[in-house]
């Protein structure tokens, strides 16, 4: 069985998402785990590729394929994939993925499985975990075609640096259909943000409903600044346009696993839980000692952020003599 990974890129890097799946297809022991970059300039990407598990990294590199648009992607993989008879192609989801896959899966015909959380082969044949009903079970999907897409929820997998990067590179032809091209770019922009973003941040602290009002997110912002981490909010605050939809956590949100996990002023819905569970250490701090937040917590603090998070602020800093 072979399996093609689609490795997404940012600003010369892989990103940390697509190189977690493909450590996860490595691991998988599957015949081939081959891996493609596709975009401008990205040909210097393909030895880390090599290092996260890729045994052949397949690189389209042409300015056709610098904006991030989705169908001129679809016609270099769908080539890419019928010529060389991959049987599965795995991609790390964010928008621009979650484009290419449903795009890549109307052209070939292909059966693609979305939101996956594990992936396995069973009996020589490729399974796939979803969750469901609201992530409160686990669910074992399969394909009934070749090639089988499948689409793994963003954050799940860490990358893994497999090897000494001498993975085969092989250049891809770049031919784009006349409408692939309606679609352009018009504009780029990039959110500016200080410090580690929520995905690959090894400390979040989370602010919810909890906090009050939006100014109050100061509290979150100095704790997290003193911790080195970054802030995270509940969808009841970026709803209510308290803080940025960037920063939502869960079900609908992003899918984090810092070290460490500070939930202030957070009730813990299921549709939250989803989103932190797999964080190393969660620490929770509620004024209600039955808040739900707290069956899943390793160090529950019953009180008022008002109160706790600016002395936890001030012991940091104390600690940290910042
Ligand atoms: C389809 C669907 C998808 C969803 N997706 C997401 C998602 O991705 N992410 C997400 O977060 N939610 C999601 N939700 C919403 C989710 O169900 C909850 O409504 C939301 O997480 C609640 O946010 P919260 O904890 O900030 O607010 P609340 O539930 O209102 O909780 C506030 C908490 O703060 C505590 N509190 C109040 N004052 C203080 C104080 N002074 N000091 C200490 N504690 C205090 C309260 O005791 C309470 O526990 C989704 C819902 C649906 C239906």
């Known amino acids: 069985m072979s399996t093609l990974v689609y490795v997404e890129h940012h600003e010369g890097e892989p990103v940390k998402g697509s190189l977690g799946v493909l450590g996860k297809v490595a691991q998988?022991?599957?015949?081939v785990a081959a891996a493609v970059l596709l975009g401008a300039g990205v040909e210097g990407m393909a030895e880390e590729v090599g290092r996260h598990g890729a045994s052949r990294v397949f690189v389209a590199d042409d300015p056709a394929l610098e904006a991030p648009l989705p169908q001129p992607r679809?016609?270099?993989?769908?080539k890419?994939?019928?010529s060389e008879g991959f049987d599965n192609v795995v991609f790390g989801a964010s928008v621009l993925a979650s484009d290419v896959a449903a795009g890549?899966?109307?052209?070939?015909?292909?059966?693609?499985n979305?939101?996956?959380?594990?992936?396995?082969?069973k009996d020589g044949k490729l399974v796939g975990r979803r969750p469901a009903l609201g992530d409160s079970v686990i669910a074992e999907v399969g394909w009934k075609s070749e090639p089988r897409l499948a689409l793994?929820?963003?954050?799940?997998?860490?990358?893994v640096e497999a090897g000494g990067g001498s993975a085969e590179v092989a250049k891809v032809p770049v031919e784009i259909q006349d409408f692939s091209k309606q679609a352009v770019m018009?504009?780029?922009?990039?959110?500016?943000?200080?410090?580690p973003s929520i995905e690959d941040a090894d400390v979040i602290v989370a602010g919810g409903r909890g906090l009050g009002q939006p100014e109050n997110f100061s509290l979150v912002e100095d704790l997290a600044k003193a911790l080195g981490g970054a802030v995270a909010a509940t969808r009841a605050v970026v709803d209510a346009g308290w803080y940025p939809y960037s920063t939502q956590v869960g079900q609908t949100g992003k899918t984090v696993s810092p070290k460490l996990y500070i939930a202030c002023g957070i009730s813990g819905a299921i549709q939250h839980k989803v989103g932190m569970q797999g964080s190393g250490t969660i620490v929770a701090i509620n004024k209600d000692p039955n808040a739900p937040i707290f069956e899943y917590?390793?160090?529950?603090v019953v009180g008022d952020v008002h109160e706790i998070v600016p002395k936890l602020t001030e012991l940091v800093r104390e600690k940290r003599g910042s």
Do not use: K, M, N
Not at 114 to 121: C, G, Q
Not at 152 to 159: H, K, N, Q
């Open 152 to 159: 793994i929820r963003s954050g799940t997998f860490e990358p």
């Open 80 to 82: 890419l994939v019928e």
């Open 186 to 195: 018009v504009e780029q922009a990039h959110e500016e943000s200080q410090g």
């Open 28 to 31: 998988l022991g599957d015949d």
């Open 297 to 300: 917590s390793d160090l529950a």
């Open 114 to 121: 979305w939101d996956l959380v594990d992936l396995e082969l």
């Open 74 to 78: 679809v016609d270099v993989l769908a």
């Open 104 to 112: 890549l899966a109307a052209r070939l015909e292909a059966g693609l």
